[in-house]
Structures are given as C-alpha cells and as structure tokens.
C-alpha cells in the first residue's frame, strides 16, 4: 500500500538531522571559533610586543645616531685642531725671534761693559729677507771707538761666540777707516759695517754654542 507524507520537510521523522551530528557540528564550530580567536589573541599580542620592542628599538638606534654624528664631528674637530696647532708651530719653526736677536747682540755688544776690548755703536739695523729661501740679511754699519783696528776685531771674535752665530750662513770679515770727528772723545773711532747672513730657519741648530775665553 502506498503510503503519500505531506508534512513539510522539516517536520518529517525520516529527514531530521541528528542530535549528535548536531552537537558534533556546534563543538566543531567552537573549536574553530576558539582556535582562531586564541590565534587571533596570540598573534595579535605578540604583533603589539614586537611593535613595541621595534619602537624602543628604533629609539636606541636614534639616540645612538645621534651620539655617532656628535662624535663624528669631535673626531673632525680634533683632525682639524691637529692640524692648525701642527701649521702654528710649522710657522713658528720658520720665524725668527728677532728680538731675542737683538738681545743677544746687544749684550755681545756692551761685553759686559769692557770697553777696553771694544766700545762699538751702530747707525741703523737693516734687514732683508728672502721669501723663497726664507732666509735673512742683517747690516749693521757702525763705529768702533779708537784707534786699533785689533778692536774691530774684538768685535768681530765676539759676535763669533754669540749664542746666534750658529744660525750664520755668512758673515763679513773685520773691516774699517779712521773717520775722526770733533764731536767725539776722544774723536778717534772706525767706520765700519758688519752684515750677517742668516740660515734658512729649517738648517739652524737649537743649541746655543759654549763660550770661549776672550783674549
């Protein structure tokens, strides 16, 4: 016998869904849901955590540019103060102290006052340099008083002891005349000129040569 059901089909015995394959379903879906909801949490904290670690990172890394830059400009400075206190003293090798010169000569000159020796005077004190060789001439035309040209000598031994002979290249010999002159006493005395020539200052000695004995 044939047998018509015309319920609906949700309402029908035959087609009705099983509980456990309902309850199978539901604890699947909230496996999947909890799954994707813990990596969800795991993924996005660890994503916040590296972003923050990234941050601080990024932080150090500006304060340490900052600190390389900063020492990148001392290290620049230094070079540069090395530089300029290596061409002050390279200057300062290459001058001559001139009233250091004049010091010396004076005292060569007076001679402890022993004008028995020599009693001398200049006119003027000249002097020319050369910039290429960066070398220099000294004139000194003077007088010596009396009448013995053995003080003109005199002089000339001792300007050869002074501390700056060493730094010579050349120096004039004795030489001399009688030029008598009423406004002197006594009015005898030699008109002579000495002219010294100077070493380039990268050939002078820095030693200052012992004294002999004067005769």
Known sequence: MIRINLLPADHRRGNRISPKVLATSFGSALAVAASIGWFGIVYFGQLGEL??????????????????????????????????????????RSRRVWSKFMDELIDTVNNGGDTERHLAWFDQVTVK?????RAASVTLPGWVQGNDMARVANLHRDIEQAPFFPDLAAKSGPNGKQVPSKDRIPPEAFQMSIELKFKPPAEQTKGTPPAAPKK
């Open 51 to 92: 972003e923050s670690q990234h941050a601080t990172l990024a932080a150090e890394l500006q304060q340490k540019s900052k600190k390389v830059g900063y020492f990148d400009k001392l290290e620049a400075n230094r070079q540069d103060y090395g530089t300029r206190v290596q061409t002050i003293q390279e200057i300062g």
């Open 129 to 133: 340099t050369d910039p290429k060789l």
